[in-house]
């Protein structure tokens, strides 16, 4: 039976990662990424790096990638860590592990990612439980948002400076912006490279959270990105304290 990621095909449509009449999504957007917007985002540069190597059947790199997201607070790729490791993809499945991954990924309250913990959850051993509690709290030391956020902020602090350099005028008048792409000369608009959304660390957060606050249910076999009818429901756990 191929395995079946729930998450992975929300990272190739943008049409679900977008707010309704917000520009598209950063990673659609081919002149910022030539303009180098990834260097400042590296949450979205390893999930990226992370994507690729899936699709290349590389699953070793696609969860080292995922796991360096995830110490930026990237909780997609926190989430495809947990299926990953649920249904064993090119090794074998850990639903202790899986289930802690998608504890830290669900910690926003994003619907999505609260159905594939609570799922989790009920099929774990009752014996289980206990461990994948603990090894949950051990994962949100390292990568919940207490200690990731932070680490996120600080780089897009550091991104933005290393982007603007002398031209801090442009920050405010829509003038070109000029960059090389494959040894190309290249223009951007500066409110676009700019946009404040993408760079105040509350703000992106918050468009963020519009975003996956609507998401639901989408499914592909892994390597090729479909959309599929949604599985019956998973009955909730009766007692998810101690998370």
Known sequence: MRSVLLLLPLMFLPGLATAAGQAASPQ??????GAGFLDGHPDMKFRQWGMNALQQGDAEAAMDNFRKAARYADKPAQGLLGEMYWYGVKRAADPVMAYAWMDVASERGYPLMLELRDKFWAALPLEKQA?????????????GDAAARPRLAAELQRGKRAMTGSRTGSLSNNVDIVYMDGGVSRTIKADRLYDPTYWDPDRYQRWQDENWMKIRRGTVDVGVPTVAPAPPPVPAPADTGGK
Do not use: G, S, T, V
Not at 28 to 33: I, K, Q, R, T
């Open 28 to 33: 659609d957007d081919a002149a910022l990424l």
């Open 131 to 143: 461990e994948a509690r603990a090894q949950a709290l051990r994962l949100r030391d390292e990568y």
